[in-house]
Structures are given as C-alpha cells and as structure tokens.
C-alpha cells in the first residue's frame, strides 16, 4: 500500500518499457522532490490503454508522486492525465482509478457530490467527512468543492437533503479536544430518554449527534454505556426505511471506531447480492494510504478470510488487479 514517508529520492528518466515509462524510484513509496522530475514523451506515449502499466506505476505510488506524474504527463502532451484515462479506461476500473489519482481533497469532493445528487441521497459519504475526517481534512474538501463545482458543499447539501436527515447531516462539527465530564452525563441521559421514548428526531438528539466535537461525543457515548450497560447503537431500533435514524447510527459509529466502521461497509459490500463496487472501491481508494493495513486486519479478525482473497473472488480483471495492488498484494 502507498505511504509516505522515507528520504527524498530523485526521479529521472525512465527506462522504457514498450510504451511505458518505468519510473525508477529506488525503493518504493519515497517522496520525489518536484523539481527534478522528468520524463520521456517517446516513454510515455500510449500509457492510456496499456492497463498493467497503469496498475503497476500509479498502483504503487502515493498521493505526492501521483500529482508529480499528472504534472509531467501535462508539461509533456499538454493534455490532463485524468482525463486521459477517463477516455481510455471503463467500467469499475476507470472509477477506481479515476478516483485514485485525483488528489484525496478533490477526490473527496467528488464523492461528496455523486453521493448527494443520486436519487436517493448516500449519507454515509458525508458522515464519514463530517465524523472521521480531522478539521484540517474536511476545510480542504471542502475548498476542493468549491472549486471543481463553483459553489459550497453546504449550499448542494442543503438542496439535496431536508428535514431532520438534512439536520443530521451537518458538516459544522465543533473542534476540540476538551472534555466536559457533567456535560457528557446530562447528554447521555438526554439521548437515553430520546431513544426511551422513541423520539429519535428529538431537536436535541440532533443537536448533540451533529455539532458536538468527537472528544465530548466519545466522552458521552462511553458515559452512555457505561450507565445503560449497552452501546447505544444496540438501543437505535434500525428501521431501514428510515434514512434519518440510520444516518444517526452511521454517524455514532463513525466517531466511536472508524476502522470498525469501514470493516463493516467493506465486509457488507463484498457480501451483498452482486457486489457493491462504488462502496469497496470509496473505502480502499480512501483508506489505502490512512489505516486500510488496520482494517484488513480487522476484516480478517472478523471473518477469518484476508481481504486480499474476499476481494478477489468478488471481482475481476484489471478491477481486481487494481483493488488488490492498493491493498498491498504483491505478484
């Protein structure tokens, strides 16, 4: 899997191979110092249908080198990359691959606006920004929004979603790190006796589980518990005609444990009837350069199969080859 970190290495001219250039980076997974990157045009030429290359050198790189090569590609034909590879590649792997080499704030974005103007709106991208991502994070998806759609992820967010899930689905979270004890107690009582009388979409329910920081959420999850002797999710009845109240479990189990969370959707997507490819292919595109070796690690613990071998035998082709090169398999 791609990660940064290790000394800085010079990337120079590639050896060819056919109509591929082979960037020699030394040892894997080393940031290139922009400058001294360049390439051979007769190299390059054709890498656009040339599947395996794509697989074998974009696979392998992370999110600086893959910015570094889009640059290049530019300067050299004058043409993007991306959309290059939109026009060469199809299916699940042009997704996957699309998605990959985007930068992850732009890729981010992207997902945030197909999962918003389906006709049904998928709130477990934007639960996962609002829950998962850090400030830092969600401000330069959120920036990267507004440049590639010329208007704000709030604006599309509240035109795409009303009522109480629209309210759930805030991306206005308080940052913090502090801890209100009393605070975390009268909240876990307010949510008990919400959940009790099954007024989930009680305005204070909605408060707490939208805008309060993940530090004082996990404070008065954890009270919860500890008072009630049971997650709080096992007391969230899940309906699932009711869009709201599943977004509220999302939301408590993305802040109490992401990787557990993304074990979850990865383990239902494999094992839904035909595969659900848009929700592997968000979280190992996602994760692959964050905590996708803890979450494989999880996905076996849980199901005693590697990921490796649950991803293969539910895809195929050059689709496969890519999802199993970010999950770290080697040939």
Same mark, same amino acid.
């Given at each position: 899997?791609?990660?940064?970190?290790?000394?800085?290495?010079?990337?120079?001219?590639?050896?060819?191979?056919?109509?591929?250039?082979?960037?020699?980076?030394?040892?894997?997974?080393?940031?290139?110092?922009?400058?001294?990157?360049?390439?051979?045009?007769?190299?390059?030429?054709?890498?656009?249908?040339?599947?395996? /290359?794509?697989?074998?050198?974009?696979? =392998?790189?992370?999110?600086?080198?893959?910015?570094?090569?889009?640059?290049?590609?530019?300067?050299?034909?004058?043409?993007?990359?991306?959309?290059?590879?939109?026009?060469?590649? !199809?299916?699940?792997?042009?997704?996957?691959?699309?998605?990959?080499?985007?930068?992850?704030? *732009?890729?981010?974005?992207?997902?945030?606006?197909?999962?918003?103007?389906?006709?049904?709106?998928?709130? =477990?991208?934007?639960?996962?920004? !609002?829950? @998962?991502?850090?400030?830092?994070?969600?401000?330069?998806?959120?920036?990267?929004?507004?440049?590639?759609?010329?208007?704000?992820?709030?604006?599309?967010?509240?035109? =795409?979603?009303?009522?109480?899930?629209?309210?759930?689905?805030?991306?206005?979270? %308080? *940052?913090?790190?502090? @801890?209100?004890?009393?605070?975390?107690? !009268?909240?876990?009582?307010?949510?008990?006796?919400?959940?009790?009388?099954?007024?989930?979409?009680?305005?204070?329910?909605?408060?707490?589980?939208?805008?309060?920081?993940?530090?004082?959420?996990?404070?008065?999850?954890?009270?919860?518990?500890?008072?009630?002797?049971?997650?709080?999710?096992? =007391?969230?009845? *899940?309906?699932?005609? *009711?869009?709201?109240?599943?977004?509220?479990?999302?939301?408590?189990?993305?802040?109490?444990?992401?990787?557990?969370?993304?074990?979850?959707?990865?383990?239902?997507?494999?094992?839904?009837?035909?595969?659900?490819?848009?929700?592997?292919?968000?979280?190992?595109?996602?994760? /692959?350069?964050?905590?996708?070796?803890?979450?494989?690690?999880? %996905? %076996?613990?849980?199901?005693?199969?590697?990921?490796?071998?649950?991803?293969?035998?539910?895809?195929?082709?050059?689709?496969?080859?890519?999802?199993?090169?970010?999950?770290?398999?080697?040939?």
């Amino acid at each position: 899997m791609p990660t940064n970190g290790g000394d800085v290495v010079e990337i120079g001219v590639g050896e060819q191979c056919g109509n591929v250039v082979d960037i020699d980076l030394g040892e894997q997974w080393r940031p290139l110092r922009p400058g001294k990157l360049t390439a051979s045009t007769g190299a390059v030429a054709g890498w656009g249908t040339d599947e395996k /290359a794509i697989i074998s050198i974009m696979g =392998h790189r992370n999110a600086v080198q893959r910015k570094l090569i889009r640059q290049a590609y530019e300067e050299i034909y004058q043409e993007d990359l991306i959309k290059r590879l939109e026009s060469e590649l !199809s299916g699940h792997f042009e997704k996957a691959v699309f998605r990959w080499v985007l930068d992850p704030a *732009d890729r981010d974005a992207v997902l945030a606006n197909v999962a918003m103007k389906q006709s049904k709106v998928d709130y =477990h991208v934007i639960i996962e920004l !609002s829950c @998962i991502y850090s400030p830092e994070e969600l401000l330069a998806v959120k920036r990267a929004y507004q440049a590639r759609f010329k208007h704000s992820m709030e604006e599309d967010l509240a035109s =795409h979603t009303s009522g109480d899930l629209g309210k759930a689905l805030g991306i206005y979270r %308080y *940052d913090g790190d502090e @801890i209100d004890a009393r605070l975390a107690k !009268s909240e876990a009582n307010v949510l008990h006796n919400a959940i009790k009388e099954k007024v989930f979409n009680h305005e204070e329910v909605i408060r707490i589980v939208s805008t309060r920081s993940k530090a004082q959420l996990m404070a008065t999850f954890n009270r919860y518990k500890d008072k009630y002797d049971t997650a709080i999710t096992k =007391h969230l009845v *899940d309906d699932p005609s *009711d869009q709201y109240l599943a977004a509220v479990r999302t939301s408590i189990r993305c802040i109490n444990d992401p990787k557990k969370y993304y074990e979850k959707v990865i383990r239902n997507a494999l094992n839904k009837p035909g595969t659900d490819e848009d929700a592997l292919t968000r979280v190992i595109v996602t994760r /692959a350069e964050k905590d996708l070796k803890e979450i494989k690690e999880l %996905y %076996y613990k849980r199901n005693s199969v590697s990921l490796d071998h649950a991803v293969a035998k539910e895809t195929s082709g050059d689709y496969e080859a890519f999802l199993l090169t970010l999950l770290g398999k080697e040939d």
